[in-house]
């Protein structure tokens, strides 16, 4: 116990927790930004965007982080929809072509077959079928997210619209059972909502950022640089820079399997271990392993996500576990999307320490262990359940005063 501390007037304490409160305020706030604009553009896919930015000026989202985000996703649905309407009119063999980004389309006859789907504003999603297609797209996972670039001479039969550009693209491999599709397509889901937190945030100020924003091309130029003349002591901000930008696709991975998955200790651990799971960012840049550059870059990167596993895994974890535990799937949504407005390498900071979700778990376990033991008992499934309610209908806000009344009403049956 820190006597200084204790001696301390509990004013500074106070103060501590006020910013906590707004803190998370905020971060939920952008969260729901994204995870309802999303939803509206599900439900009303034809929305025009002056109507929509009408319907939000109503609203109270109006900070300069919410209307980055919405003007983001405005952006990319008109994208996803040009792309949608002019793909569909196209037979599935030219479909094919168009993907494949070959010259050489004679080998690449259609074997099986391809759907799309039109129901996800933030990426056209495109199923195969059969493998064979769907190697000669993509390689090495059973489904992938990437803004892909798609050169096509011919327009669309509708006029104008040419298929030419950067288009956000969900490519899925054949998969047997729904429910493995399910997962991963809300893995891949989860990937389009960060490239849109991501760019959302590169137009703000710095309060909130991905981290390691950095363009991939000039990624790439440092990391020629540092190839070029690396002996661990000069270009120390473009060695740093790289690091970043490692620690920033894992961040991506992560929030994506939180999404599909609501756990992350496996791939945590996992990749702590030195196991990359096919996610082996340093190889994919070009570096050598073996190389000085490599060795490391290598030992650095598996350092800090050592150090990240065992600072915040277990209270990810815990949130995730409390919240599934009383059904709160769409706070856990939310929490996903204010856990990507941090940058990786400070989440146990601003997790622990500046926001109230880890108090909130705390707090939503303790009545689990109190129902757990008391399980026959009708009364105190109703207080829960009147406790979950008020949670659900209120995800995007602070639940506290829900689960402190339900604690206190526990205490008064026991
Ligand atoms: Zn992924």
Redesign the pocket.
Known sequence: MNMKRESAPGAEQAEKKNKSIAYTKELLSNASAIRYTTEFLEDNPDINPDELNGLLLDSDCDSDMTKSIVSELIETQKKVNQLTSSLDEKDKQSLLNLLVDSEDNIKNVLIGNIEIFKDFPLATVILFDNNIDYERVRKG?Q???ASVTIQSAENGNSGAELTSGKFPLILIGPINSEEDLRALLD??K??AKNKIVKNALKEVDKKFSWGGDYHFGDILKYVEKLEQDFDGTNLKEEYEKVLKYLLSKTK??IL??LDSDGGVSDYMNGIAKGKLLG?DYINKLGIDKSSPLGRELNTDYLNQIQSINENITNDINKIAEAYMTFNLKRRFELFVLCLAQIPIDDWREKIVNETEFLEEANDLLEIKKIITKNISEDHYSDTVQVMVNKCQNNSSGLLNEYINDAKADLANIS
């Open positions: 996972s489904g992938s997210f893995h891949e989860g990937h991506d991975e994506a399997k996610y």
